[in-house]
């Protein structure tokens, strides 16, 4: 053994309920190497993601000291949150938190251990790992290395990196390009994707210098019979992703929650006022001198009905996913007033505060929501507040998030904005430039917010999936955005209260939306 051996632990940990059955999976592996040396697996219980990831951290730090007590440590982890507070930049809040991450600091002195975030996709074997665990534990065994098939030749997936942005994230038009010389190729080999399977486990690490094995634990060294691959599951295009354990997708808000969108125009007896919802019948078709722009002569038309050239074509990586969920009533909602960043600031409502309970339960049950950001006013910070009591995560808040400020029209119903400011009401109605009486902002301001905190937050948190809290203003500018449709579509689209959406930003610039106006969970 020497002082100067490097090591690097990746660690992951998922729970398949937020709290639900979790567990945690750690490799070490040689830095220079890049050697498969130990591994850790370990189904835990009931736990929620953020638990599991820090017990993951704590066993991977234990198996490289087992190896090489005077070793430098380079952690690397798709968990922003663990990797944040590690490194002493982000306050560690949550009480369940607390004495994990002590007991990960007192493995190895600070200073020989230093923090990096890697996106989920460059950290498939410890996540294939936790998987095994679970898997185990939903059995009623306890894993063992001898049984595992994860991956100890994950080099390529480890070192293959994004496509670094060249251009803004969430606009459609940002990576049309790429994607168009992409999916006119010729189709690729698809990239495989993770597997949860596990073989019959029993408990246990695999730790300790390859080719020995100690009582509790086992060695395993690349090229042994226990040291295969087998990926179960195929990944078929940039659209695609592994549905496993805590991830950006597993299974959320990917092609199943396709059905529940909504794309019926909504008669002008639905106006919702709160951030430009339906303009009444009359005025919703107004064009507002903004026209799509048409595609190059040069670009093929892809007939209807058949699929792009290529569709499996490059992986770009794990998205970006905002899960955005609108408020819980207030008093204001049901009487369709405007209800901004400049009026009253109200409070959700009885029923308000129900929905906020009932989003709150089924996000939990999906169990995939890794952070949660919310808008600063009282009722989305009520709303985000009951889902992190449920997922025992802390909630940011981000400015950019806040609603449309509707100046002398807010806690106006909008027959009263007719009655009132006519002339103004119809030019807001024609133009995204137009501000609504009295100072407010028009939706050409608010979109220039938004597209800049969607940027800020798509940097921070790539291959995460984020919960944001925010308003309808905000919630239907994102997706149209993403959709590449004009500012007028701002008025067609309908956003209940407490509603779930979701859209997926690639490396590449591209945006899937994947969701919209999910209601289910209040029926």
Known sequence: MTSARELVVEADGGSRGNPGPAGYGAVVLDAATGETLAEAAEYIGVATNNVAEYKGL???????????PDATVHVRMDSKLVVEQMSGRWKIKHPDMKPLAAEAGRVFPAGRVRYEWIPRERN?????????????????RRWEPSGSTASLDASAAR?????PPSGPPGDARAGAARARAALSGTAGTPSTGAAGASGTPTAGTSAGTPGTSTAGTSARTPGSPAARTSDAGTDTGAGARPTT???PNDGLFAAEDATATSSTPVASGDFEAEAGALAPTGHAARTTGATRADPPASTP????????????GPDMGAPATFVLLRHGETALTPE????????????????GLRQAEAVAAALAARGTIQEIVSSPLTRCRQTAAAVAARLGLDVRIEQGLRETDFGAWEGLTFGEVRERYPEDLDAWLASPKAAPTGGGESFATVARRVA??????TAAHAGRTVLLVTHVTPIKTLVRLALGAPPESLFRMELSAASISAVAYYADGNASVRLLNDTSHLR
Do not use: C, I, Y
């Open 124 to 140: 498939k074997h410890a996540d294939r790992l936790a998987n095994e665990a679970m898997d185990a534990g939903r059995l009623g």
């Open 301 to 312: 038309v892809q007939p209807r009905g058949t699929a792009p050239q290529g569709w499996a």
């Open 245 to 247: 354990g805590d991830g």
């Open 58 to 68: 704590v066993a991977g730090l234990k198996a490289a000291r087992e190896l090489f």
């Open 159 to 163: 070192n293959a990196a994004a496509p």
């Open 336 to 351: 369709k007033r405007f209800s901004g960043s400049g009026g009253s600031d109200p409070e959700l409502s009885a029923a």
């Open 452 to 457: 800049a905190t969607r940027d800020r937050l």
